[in-house]
């Protein structure tokens, strides 16, 4: 089992910006994959970014490429630099970890890809 914790949301201006961390717990070394997703009011949840465990080989959606950046520390802690927020990130945030290899693109993952979830943390932009 591995446990996953969010902090870091929060209220910005468009163009702000603010770091995610999630904590991971438990069995963190089985973990494959970590991940962010997010979820606006009203949509389905949607992967932002990936990062493979040891190798640090990252994706990220095209939505937030460029303004994201998913790092890790030692599969203990997951991060996500947010920055040049705009209003459309407005949602929350999910941790998420998945354990064992997937040959789907990632930026094609939905949550039928992920073992474990955190309990979000909210993060919204205005304008």
Known sequence: QVQLVESGGGSVQTGGSLRLSCTVSGDM???TYLMWFRQ?????????ATITTGSGS???ADAVSG???????????LF??????EPEDTAMYYCAARSG???LNCRMWTE????YWGQGTQVTVSS
């Open 80 to 85: 996500l630099e947010m920055d040049n927020l």
């Open 58 to 60: 990252t994706c990220y």
């Open 29 to 31: 070394y089985s973990t």
């Open 101 to 103: 290899w997937s040959s």
């Open 40 to 48: 606006a009011p009203g949509k389905e949840r949607e992967v932002v």
């Open 112 to 115: 039928a890809e992920v073992n």
């Open 67 to 77: 303004r994201f950046t998913i790092s890790e520390d030692n599969a203990k802690m």
